[in-house]
């Protein structure tokens, strides 16, 4: 197993466009985070996936930011009509829930909004 | 979520001893403390975690007294790679989604 993937690990795009991010999980791990980072600051949760549903959202997810994870494996983070203040870091977490539940991330993808 | 209060640098030199402290007072009982390690323009990648007494893996140590208010991750014989920021984190790891609280981390700075 090759650990968490993400997909880009880049991504420049002009405000307002449409942009989508994937996550490719650890195999058989069953809960999906996604988390955002901001320079000089540590990530702050998204939301989270238990299988396929979505159990908790972040207030800082607004109308714009969607995730799904269809199947339960990966997951796509889409954010419509981006804003210069959606550049940031993107990071996607899986775990296990038996016992410690410990989050392993992936490398994360990099927006920039110009 | 207990909150965690950790000192915002550290710098060292190679070869030596670093433990990095980390307060959380309000820990709940079920809390587990972890750490994480993250390089620039990485996602943070785990280190360590532990629940009381000490733990020690192949990378690092961590020591929790009796109380678990504060933890003190240790990493012997630092290189130049091991600078980094380094995150206490605190979370009930039991329940239905565990969603990290992250704070600033400690950026430690390993010198030649």
């Known amino acids: 197993d090759t650990g968490v993937s993400q997909d880009p690990r880049h991504k420049i795009t002009k405000r307002g466009q449409n942009v989508t991010f994937r996550c490719d999980p650890i195999s058989e791990h069953n809960r999906l985070y996604w988390y955002r980072q901001t320079l000089g600051q540590g990530p702050e949760f998204l939301t989270y996936?238990?299988?396929?549903?979505?159990?908790?959202k972040s207030r800082l997810l607004s109308d714009r930011f969607s995730a799904e994870r269809p199947k339960g494996s990966f997951s796509t983070l889409e954010i419509q009509r981006t804003e210069q203040g959606d550049s940031a870091m993107y990071l996607c977490?899986?775990?296990?829930?038996?016992?410690?539940?410990?989050?392993?991330f992936g490398p994360g993808t990099r927006l920039t909004v110009l | 979520l207990a909150k965690t209060t950790q000192p915002i640098s550290m710098d060292s030199y190679e070869g030596q001893e670093v433990n990095i402290t980390c307060s959380h007072n309000n820990i709940a009982t079920n809390d587990y403390i972890t750490w994480y390690q993250q390089f620039p323009s990485q996602g943070p990648r785990f280190i360590i975690q532990g629940y009381k007494t000490k733990v020690t893996n192949e990378v690092a140590s961590l020591f929790i007294p009796a109380d678990r208010k504060s933890s003190t991750l240790s990493l012997p014989r630092v290189s130049l790679s091991d600078t980094a920021v380094y995150y206490c984190?605190?979370?009930?790891?039991?329940?239905?989604?565990?969603?990290?609280?992250f704070g600033g981390g400690t950026r430690l700075m390993v010198k030649p």
């Open positions: 996936f238990q299988n396929e549903a979505q159990l908790e």
């Open positions: 984190l605190v979370g009930d790891n039991g329940n239905a989604g565990n969603m990290l609280t």
């Open positions: 977490a899986s775990s296990f829930e038996i016992n410690t539940d410990t989050q392993y």
